[in-house]
């Protein structure tokens, strides 16, 4: 009895202590409203989504750190980063949607908040919705495009993630590649880095580094962010009150946040974060259908595809993860191949007598991460000793793919069989071998999570 009521009596204080820490820090948040009179919005789903936007404020920049990091010019007042953090219901994953700036997007009604003019939809580069409406219209235009209620907005400019950085004593970063760009100063040889605030910066800025340019960019800055859960997260920053207190102070003080974000959310996330790791997080970037998709009076803007940016969309609405929990079953190392399972689509057959065998190998392929029918058929002939992987030759790899998750099938083209394969199991069918893309960026939504892309 006195050890438990030793350990509520400590449990009740360190609560009190978290709370008490972090509860006068309200008042160092500037305080936006964007969803200020906001009609017809989405319907919420499961779990919180957070509106993360980055802009190019840089007025508590000196000028030694201006000249040092190449953060001169005239900030655009627009958004250089935006993305959706979904935090799932259960508080144990963390999924993050990165939306490229240049996207094509239409706004709804609005007034310019620069010119007062009274402007109806029309087309705009996101980032550009901020300049004219913003924090307001930009939540309003995302939520447009996604269908996804955003439930909490963070603004955080080049102040507010230099200090943060700076308040983690750096986050390590690895680079196979040389990085350099003339335009940032980003000059990082091959190998692991632990970069501080102003380094940091430029490391997520730049997007002269190869010729993927901002979609490069995008996913150096994922790549970070799964750096930055695994610092604040193993540090045992999350865990001790007053370093948290540090940290939250270091974040908040130069941000702006909607007025329902305050001291109890931000307790929830510090709660809920003690027991993420890198794995506990994924990041993609909303699929791409044209690359170049010129409008008159925008230019050259990034087209979204509207059937997996809808899947995608609609992934985060449920609460669901964005990369196949199947596709990652326990026990033994998956085997490289060159197209990711998720996007091979796949039909099974029985060729056997086997009762049961094609929603057995149906199973197993869809664990694995194949997107099955899961409606297998009996085979025309039940006679099928060695396994069969049948394929359009057009999608040669895919079947490739496949068949290395097979192991002693037989390849047979099919000329005119079109993109989803056929499995006919054969008596010689035993397990399905683990298989994951050599690029992990592949899957259906291009999902990597944070151990993925971190340092190994």
Sequence with gaps: MRATTTLSVVLLAAAGIGHSVVAGLDADITRVDPFKDMKN???????MNVLLVGTDGRDDITETERRRYRLGGTPCHCTDTIMIVHISDDRERASVVSLPRDSYAETPPHTDQVTGKEHSG????????????????????????????????????????????????????????????????????????TLKG?????????????????????????????ALVDRATSSGVLLNPLKFRDVTRAVLGSVRA?????????????????????????????????????????GSTLKWDPVKAQRLFRALRD?????????????????????????????????????????????????????TTRQPVSAAAPSTRRTVVAYDPRWDRSAKSLATALPGSELRAVKGLGPTLKVIAGTDFHQVRRVRAAQVEQGEFGVVRGDEVGCS
Excluded: W
Excluded at 41 to 47: K, T
Excluded at 261 to 276: H, I, K, N, P, V
């Design 319 to 371: 609460d669901e993860p964005l990369a196949s929990a199947g596709a990652r079953p326990h026990g033994g190392r998956a085997v490289r191949v060159d197209v990711a399972p998720q996007r091979i689509r796949v039909q099974v057959e029985n060729g056997t007598r086997t009762a049961g065998l094609g929603r057995r190998v149906d199973a197993a392929l869809a664990a694995t991460g194949f997107r």
């Design 122 to 193: 029309h087309p705009i580069r996101i980032n550009s919705a901020y300049a004219e409406g913003g924090p307001q219209l930009t939540v309003r235009t995302v939520e447009n495009m996604t269908h996804v209620k955003i439930d909490h907005y963070l603004e955080v400019d080049f102040t507010s993630f230099m200090k943060t950085v700076d308040v983690l004593d750096g986050v390590r970063i690895c680079t196979a590649e040389p990085l350099k760009d003339t335009y940032t100063g980003l000059d990082l040889a091959p190998g692991s880095h």
């Design 41 to 47: 919005r989405p319907r919420a789903g499961h779990g």
């Design 258 to 298: 909607d007025r329902g974000f305050g001291t109890d959310e931000l307790l929830d996330l510090g709660r809920a974060m003690r027991t993420f790791s890198p794995s506990s997080s994924e990041f993609t970037t909303v699929p791409i259908g044209r690359m170049n998709y010129v409008v008159k009076g925008l």
């Design 198 to 226: 102003g380094q940091a910066l430029q490391y997520v800025r730049s997007r002269h580094t190869d010729a993927s340019s901002d979609l490069g960019r995008m996913k150096r800055q994922q790549r970070f962010l799964a």
